[in-house]
């Protein structure tokens, strides 16, 4: 595979507004750096309120323009074309994302059918909105129905962890509702989604549909939050940001979607298939260097197989190949950054100091070769408490807490003490247990004997601090439109 990739050509990277590359307002830049040695890969224009003022009035414009008398089976082709363009561009828009947050190549590849189906399944959801027609029992003849309209301009902003599949999973709808959107990528993240803004323009998507503005969360962000002419917010990050961003979002009253953290359990039972709960939940918690919000970190353990399941997933953590993404043989690539790496480091020394103990890993990678990189290996705690930090706090790396439990009650109120509710998991051969445990625990996803199974037919969101709103599937649609009640008196 080539590895050179044209558009890090050594030109600082603009803000898409309009339809048009511009230098944000201060002319002011900062550097996106490779997470695997520290070099600059790009410098990037720094958004601020200025910047997002601009691109609030191009998608305001856009929105009342031509774009709003685009019809659905029009908008499903340019979806469909942009589908076409991704899938042509697919290993390009990898490539960006491994070079900038570390995923492995084959892990990024490996989201093409992800990403593709998102953007064919919203293309479906084009042409399938609809209202109704109502009975009513007012006296006299009286014609009742709804219409759905798009709510207007949306601002996305979107994590790190996932810049190609994050964006798409918020431009979808957008695209497919008729509505137009401000994204502000992670400035950790950003060379995908203005990537991609290339590619909505060659797709035929009208300028001012997909606007893009880089910079950072509290200068960016922040404006993007409250400005009184955002229709609606879609939130993917952390509990803080999206605490703001809620109460950013009441000045205006503007739809809120906040898809936050977790700490998500899975529960292993003694008669799970075991040679297939322990790459499961291996994989469950150490994928993507752990850099998943809905990552099984806490793993509960029925005791009669607490220790051979413990030392199990630790040996498969250990056959996974840490490295350099670039490398297809690399399964666990670089944490973020440097600051990604203190932040789950000092973790892992909270736990030693609670009194857990780590079976595999446990610091920071001393292998050669990993000297300027952040790379963590996969880390299994155990002798973990469920009150400890390490097993209540999300950590956003490759470290799993192992507990052990007695029986299926301890199991459900274990899973259930945290504040987060995104996802969890289950193994066990018994479909009594499965749906007993399926209907107790508090999450927006359960997952038995599987995984991190997602599909876009399929909603996905939380509940208590793990956020509000689904996305993908069709409750996702709904959230950008209005409903319309429209009467009239005939006779």
């Known amino acids: 595979m080539n590895f ?7 030109k600082p990277k603009k803000l898409m507004i309009g339809g048009r590359w511009v230098d944000a307002a201060s002319g002011e830049t900062f550097e996106t750096l490779n997470p695997v040695n520290g070099k600059v890969l790009a410098q990037i224009a720094m958004g601020e309120a200025a910047d ?19 019809k659905p089976f029009e908008r499903q082709a340019m979806i ?25 190549m084959k892990r990024a590849i490996g989201n093409r059918q992800r990403a593709l189906g998102l ?37 996305a902003i979107t994590p790190w962890n996932g810049p190609t599949v994050g964006t798409l999973m918020k431009l979808g709808p957008v695209l497919a509702t008729g509505c137009t959107m401000i994204l502000k990528p992670s400035e950790e993240g950003s060379l995908a989604p203005l990537r991609l803004a290339e590619l909505c323009l060659e797709a035929g998507i009208p300028e001012g549909v997909y606007n893009v503005i880089t910079g950072y969360g509290h200068t960016a962000g922040a404006a993007l939050a409250a400005h009184p002419d955002v229709n609606k917010i879609s ?41 297939a709960a322990v790459p499961g939940a291996a994989l469950g918690c150490f994928a993507n260097s752990g850099q998943i919000c809905c990552a099984g970190t806490r793993l509960f353990v029925e005791r009669p197989i607490y220790e051979e ?101 301890e199991a459900i109120a274990l899973s259930n003490q945290t504040v987060f509710g995104l996802g969890s998991g289950l193994w066990t051969r018994d479909i009594t247990k499965a749906n007993r445990m399926a209907k107790a625990l508090r999450a ?44 009239t008196r005939y006779g």
């Open 309 to 409: 399941f413990t030392h199990r997933v630790a040996e498969f953590g250990k056959t996974l190949r840490l490295g350099d993404g670039l490398d297809l043989e690399t399964d666990i690539g670089p944490l973020v950054s440097s600051k990604q790496l203190e932040r789950v480091c000092s973790y892992m020394d909270i736990g030693r100091e609670e009194g857990a103990q780590t079976i595999s890993g446990g610091a920071r990678s001393s292998q050669a070769g990993h000297e300027s990189g952040n790379f963590v290996p996969p880390t299994v705690f155990v002798d973990v408490k469920n009150d400890m930090r390490i097993a209540q706090e999300e950590i956003f790396g490759p470290v799993l807490s192992a507990i052990p439990f007695d029986d299926i009650e």
């Open 4 to 10: 050179a990739h044209p558009f890090l050509d050594g």
């Open 235 to 275: 939130f993917t990050g952390s509990i803080p940001t999206g605490q703001k961003i809620a109460q950013a979002a009441t000045g205006n009253l503007k739809r809120v979607t906040l898809e936050l953290g977790g700490k998500s359990p899975d529960v292993v039972f003694a008669d799970a298939d075991l040679d």
């Open 119 to 155: 953007l064919r399944y919203y293309a479906g959801q084009a042409v399938s909105i609809r209202g109704d027609t109502l009975d009513n029992s007012l006296p006299g003849e009286f014609l009742s129905y709804t219409l759905k309209e798009p709510v207007g301009v949306v601002a």
């Open 444 to 487: 927006g996803t359960v997952w038995i004997n599987c995984y991190l199974a997602i599909d876009p037919a399929v909603p996905f969101g939380g509940v208590g601090m793990s956020g509000y709103g689904r996305e993908m599937g069709p409750q996702h649609i709904e959230d950008y439109l209005e409903l319309k009640s429209v009467w």
């Open 80 to 104: 469909l074309r942009l589908a076409e363009l991704i899938e042509k561009n697919f290993e390009e828009l990898s490539l960006l994302d491994t070079l900038e947050m570390g995923a492995p």
């Open 52 to 70: 997002v003022d601009r691109a609030v009035a191009a998608a305001r414009a856009a929105f009342e323009g031509a774009w709003r008398k685009v």
